[in-house]
């Protein structure tokens, strides 16, 4: 007997490689998220191994992921809020470009929930009591 979830949709491991490496080719071009990953990824194909487990892991269930996504984006120090909203609509059109329909508006609604619970946890950082913004 298994104890295994199912996936959350029909997706294949070499999917959530192809669209993961996509999107990091997107963002390496792109004029205003580009900057912020530089600074800390050094290593492009180590990176992108280690989100691809994240998203097997968020999706299939696979156990190959052990980081955490909050501790690093708060950790990175150049990650704003307003910066999620970019991300996320880069990687809506990656997932279009790469996916059928279906399989891109689901990995979609998972993407936008996590962004939420990141950008949340990135805007407590970077306010005051009672939700006054942080100018400094």
Same mark, same amino acid.
């Given at each position: 007997?298994?104890?295994?979830?199912?996936?959350?949709?029909?997706?294949?491991? @070499?999917?959530? +490689?192809?669209? #993961? %490496?996509? $999107?990091? =080719?997107?963002?390496?071009? &792109?004029?205003?998220?580009?900057?912020?990953?530089?600074?800390?990824?050094?290593?492009? @194909?180590?990176? +992108?191994?280690? #989100? %691809?487990? $994240?998203? =097997?892991?968020?999706?299939? &269930?696979?156990?190959?992921?052990?980081?955490?996504?909050?501790?690093?984006?708060?950790?990175?120090?150049?990650?704003?809020?307003?910066?999620?909203?970019?991300?996320?609509?880069?990687?809506?059109?990656?997932?279009?470009?790469?996916?059928?329909?279906?399989?891109?508006?689901?990995?979609?609604?998972?993407?936008?929930?996590?962004?939420?619970?990141?950008?949340?946890?990135?805007?407590?950082?970077?306010?005051?009591?009672?939700?006054?913004?942080?100018?400094?």
């Amino acid at each position: 007997m298994t104890n295994a979830l199912p996936p959350r949709f029909d997706i294949t491991r @070499p999917e959530i +490689e192809r669209v #993961v %490496a996509a $999107f990091y =080719a997107t963002i390496r071009e &792109h004029p205003g998220l580009g900057p912020v990953f530089a600074v800390h990824v050094t290593d492009w @194909p180590a990176h +992108e191994a280690k #989100v %691809a487990d $994240f998203w =097997a892991n968020s999706i299939l &269930h696979e156990r190959s992921y052990d980081g955490s996504p909050m501790a690093a984006h708060i950790k990175a120090g150049n990650v704003k809020p307003g910066m999620f909203s970019t991300w996320l609509d880069l990687f809506d059109a990656t997932l279009r470009r790469e996916l059928e329909p279906g399989k891109a508006a689901a990995w979609s609604a998972l993407a936008h929930r996590i962004g939420r619970s990141l950008r949340a946890g990135v805007v407590e950082r970077e306010t005051l009591p009672g939700g006054v913004p942080k100018l400094r």
